[in-house]
């Protein structure tokens, strides 16, 4: 039987319905509108399709936003100023760096001058550090807390599991083990990560009760590497060379979508799945950013 398919587009205009709501209520009851200011550095277009997206998004929603779009060339001096004057601006409750930035910035530092109670990606120490002791009044980084939420709307209890993650990154795999290994609702898994320096990665992901992908290699992931009946989480976005698309190309994740959604019980496809999630939570966690910084529970 083909697998279930994970809608992350239906289950993300749920949540960001529910948050349409909630700035509405802020408005109303508190006077109080929601901010997020984006940076880009540099004129990448994939990174400007993404920021473009968060600021539609924003209007969407009623979040006030503000992007900010700097020449490639710019200094970490003048960045640190930008992000200086956006940790002041009480209009602004959320900032967000649009990675990756041009050779001349070191994203670190950059993640460390955010004011953390502003830090919506949840990069910075202090929240990365929050979320792995499980102290809930930080940030979640958006990808990873998306893909909690695909689970928990999908029915899907990690509780007891074996969760089996492929990738180590700071974005996505690390928080991903520090979110499903918590003792609390939700999570409670038992988690394996792997990653490029695991020798035989099928033996590790056949034995997965939950699968989740994130390598940005296409369809790396095939039916064999797979144990009927997993839930397969695909976060990869690649793109690969298509002469039948308009394009000459489409976008496909880190599986093998066909062979394995055939042995999968359910699964997130590309795109559609983990992408407009990531979204909803970045919206998520600027209202929760304005909140907190409101005092308003
Ligand atoms: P990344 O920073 O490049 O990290 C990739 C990870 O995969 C690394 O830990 C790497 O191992 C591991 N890896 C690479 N090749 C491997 C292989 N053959 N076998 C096992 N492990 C391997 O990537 P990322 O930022 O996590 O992103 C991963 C994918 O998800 C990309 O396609 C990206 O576009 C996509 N993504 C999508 C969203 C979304 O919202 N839809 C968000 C974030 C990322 P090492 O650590 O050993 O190098």
Redesign the pocket.
């Known amino acids: 039987m083909p697998a279930e398919i994970i809608d992350g587009k239906a289950i993300a205009a749920r949540i960001t319905a529910e948050l349409a709501r909630e700035t509405a209520h802020l408005a109303r009851s508190f006077n109080v509108q929601p901010g997020l200011a984006v940076v880009l550095v540099g004129n990448d277009p994939a990174s400007q399709t993404y920021v473009n997206t968060k600021v539609k998004k924003c209007h969407e929603l009623g979040i006030y936003s503000e992007k900010h779009v700097l020449p490639p060339e710019t200094t970490m001096a003048e960045l640190l100023q930008l992000i200086d004057q956006l940790n002041r601006n009480p209009k602004v409750h959320g900032i967000l760096v649009q990675s990756p930035p041009p050779p001349q910035i070191d994203e670190g530092k950059v993640v460390a001058a955010i004011d953390p109670s502003k830090d919506v990606d949840c990069f910075h120490a202090v929240n990365v550090g929050k979320m792995l002791i499980g102290d809930t009044d930080g940030f979640v980084p958006c990808?990873p807390y998306g893909i909690m939420k695909l689970l928990e709307y999908s029915n899907v209890d990690p509780a007891g599991k074996h969760a089996v993650i492929?990738?180590?990154?700071n974005?996505?795999?690390k928080p991903m083990l520090a979110l499903l290994v918590q003792k609390a609702k939700g999570a409670n898994a038992t988690v394996t990560c792997?990653?490029?320096?695991?020798p035989d990665?099928g033996a590790f992901t056949r034995q997965a009760d939950i699968l989740i992908v994130?390598?940005?290699?296409a369809e790396?992931i095939t039916a064999d590497m797979v144990k009927e009946g997993a839930v397969v989480i695909d976060?990869?976005?690649?793109r690969i060379a298509d002469p039948n698309a308009a394009r000459g190309y489409r976008n496909v994740g880190?599986v093998a979508y066909e062979e394995v959604g055939a042995k999968a019980a359910k699964i997130t496809p590309v795109p559609g799945g983990?992408?407009p999630m990531?979204i909803a939570m970045l919206m998520y966690n600027t209202l929760k950013a304005c909140k907190r910084h409101h005092g308003i529970a």
Do not use: Q
């Open positions: 990808t492929v990738g180590r990154s974005i996505v795999g792997v990653h490029s320096a695991t990665i994130a390598i940005g290699k790396y976060v990869g976005m690649n880190d983990v992408g990531t």
